[in-house]
């Protein structure tokens, strides 16, 4: 089931976004997300989904502004991460469903997807979804040592 985040998933969320900071370049990120913050971003509106299956949280999907300033205010950046064993039900896309729908229902305009360059199955997934690549930025990145390529994707939602 996909459904709206509450507070009291943040946990879950956090488990789930943590192991991929902690154990992927999927993000280049190496700080972990507090479940704290989660849940207060969540009480104070966030868009922000789950996908649940017999209470368990197995993935989420949020989005959030792509760059700051009023001529960026349609265009929006989504974060979508699920745990291992969920990939390859549909949840992502699934996730992904309702995080369009619900940001085109705001007015957004474009949906912007921000993929490690080594990361071939996201690639993939937001091509599949109609993401068009638009842009790499070769080296951007680091982590562990390793200098990592950004894949900018997106799709025009209205």
């Known amino acids: 089931m996909i459904r ?4 009291q998933d943040a ?3 956090a ?8 154990e992927t ?3 280049f990120t190496t700080v972990e997300k507090s479940a704290d ?12 989904w789950v996908a649940e299956a017999d209470g368990t949280i197995l993935g989420h999907a ?4 792509f760059r700051s300033g009023p001529g960026y205010a349609q ?4 974060s979508v991460h699920l745990t291992d064993a969920a990939k390859g039900k549909g949840l992502g896309r699934a996730l992904m469903a309702a995080l369009e729908d619900h940001a085109h229902a705001a007015g957004i305009h474009v949906m912007v997807a921000g993929i490690s360059g080594g990361n071939a199955a996201g690639l ?11 842009g790499r930025m070769p080296e951007v990145g680091q982590k562990w040592g390793q200098r990592l390529h950004l894949v900018l994707m997106q799709k025009i939602l209205s």
Not at 62 to 65: A, D, K, Q, V, W
Not at 75 to 78: Q, R, V
């Open 124 to 134: 993939a997934f937001h091509s599949a979804l109609g993401y068009a690549e638009v």
């Open 15 to 22: 488990e789930i976004w943590n192991r991929v900071i902690r």
């Open 75 to 78: 265009t929006m950046e989504h």
């Open 37 to 48: 913050d989660i849940a207060t971003r969540i009480a104070q509106g966030a868009p922000w």
């Open 11 to 13: 946990p879950a969320i």
């Open 4 to 7: 709206p985040a509450l507070p």
């Open 25 to 27: 370049t999927q993000t």
């Open 62 to 65: 949020t989005y959030g502004p």
